[in-house]
């Protein structure tokens, strides 16, 4: 079974356990675009804003592609669970009439992907959007950048590299306004 690890945040530059469960290297712009945005507070990345998919408030951008060496898909979601510490049950796939996932259309999504692009299956971060059920309120890029604002000391350095290190091609509605914050683009040096 050919199978595909999509990444579209820090998988792309921090495989981390996953390193010897995937071959070769990721193939950018390769999979299917999917609804993302800066949505989620990771306890893991220090409260810092990540990437998930948010078909609400996030717009379709390009995902990545690099093979599993698992020849099961379960097996392919068990390695992408243990590298995203998550539960199993958030870590989407697709292969034959096996599927998970919370998103139907992102399911469809990654489906019609892999038969077009030859993969037997594919696996992904299936991680909802939690800014409202830490915040109180639900994510706009308005209240994004506020939270971003009130980060500091290894919060806020973890916020920044992650973002700024996701790839290009992960052009949020946040990211595109952070362009134009000063004190974001202070901390580029620009």
Known sequence: MNIAVLGWGSLIWDLGVLTPHVTGEWAMRAGPALPMEFS???????????????????????THAIRSVRRDILAAAEDLATREIAPFERIGFVAGDQEQGRLPEV?????????????????????????????????????????L???????????????????????????????????WRARRGV
């Open 40 to 62: 989620r507070i990771s306890p893991k990345r220090k409260m810092g804003l990540v990437v998930c998919l948010d078909p609400a408030d996030g717009v379709l951008c390009p």
């Open 149 to 183: 604002s009130t980060l500091s000391g290894e919060s806020m350095e973890e916020a920044f590299r992650y973002i700024e290190e996701a790839p290009e091609t992960t052009r949020t509605p946040l990211r595109d306004a952070l362009d134009t914050v000063d004190w």
């Open 107 to 147: 399911i469809r999504r990654v489906r019609d992907w892999c038969a077009e692009a030859g993969w037997d299956g594919a696996v992904w971060t299936d991680l909802e959007p939690n800014f409202a059920g830490y915040r109180g309120q639900a994510f706009t890029v308005p209240r994004g950048i506020d939270y």
